[in-house]
């Protein structure tokens, strides 16, 4: 396989990526709430029990351990946000796409702000200060941001090199196998 063909299969398997943390992070907004209001803590892991923390922090403990598939599925988000991110950068190393670190910035950004909005790592931090609000809607304006320029770049190479049904099949089962190795 030549270097050409390599970047292509390697840009579309970022486009199934995107779509794994689309549809995973939609999944997840079902039981988000983006409020930095603080509740005493009432779900199902009892060490935590009445232990003060933010509306944002209760839902996503709530998603983790009273939804069935919560947990699986907050792994899997995460799991195809950094084969996202790692992916870009041996994108950028294939090829002359002179935008693919303004992406992987855009990802890195993307990354924060989702950690922001669920109020886990940046809790207690300067950062933290940000309203949580602020956080998840800077989170969705970085995956559309990040999305349009993956699918615009995938079309750009799909001009030049079209796609065969078993180069997708090949990408969607490479993308598949390293998200769920992860």
């Known amino acids: 396989m030549d270097q050409a063909r390599a970047r292509q299969l390697l840009g579309e398997m970022l486009v199934c990526c ?9 999944f997840l907004a079902f039981f988000y709430t983006p409020s930095g209001e603080i509740i005493p803590y009432s779900g199902a892991y ?37 084969l996202l991110g790692v992916g870009t950068a041996f994108w950028a190393l294939l090829g002359r796409f002179r935008y693919a670190f303004a992406m992987l910035g855009l990802i890195i ?21 940000v309203p949580i609000p602020l956080w998840y809607g800077l989170h969705l304006l970085l995956a559309l941001a990040v999305g349009a320029a993956l699918v615009l770049s995938s079309r750009r190479e799909a001009a030049r090199r079209p796609r065969t049904l078993p180069f997708t099949a090949l990408s969607i089962g490479l993308t598949l196998l390293a998200v769920f190795v992860l």
């Open 18 to 26: 995107f779509v794994i943390v689309l549809i995973s992070g939609g």
């Open 109 to 129: 950004a993307g990354g924060i702000a989702g950690h922001g909005a669920a109020d886990d790592l940046l809790s207690g931090t300067a950062l933290g200060r």
């Open 46 to 82: 009892e060490p935590l029990r009445g232990v003060p923390m933010s509306a944002a922090y209760h839902s996503v403990l709530d998603m983790s351990f009273e939804e069935g598939t919560g947990l699986f599925v907050r792994r899997l988000h995460h799991s195809a946000s950094l």
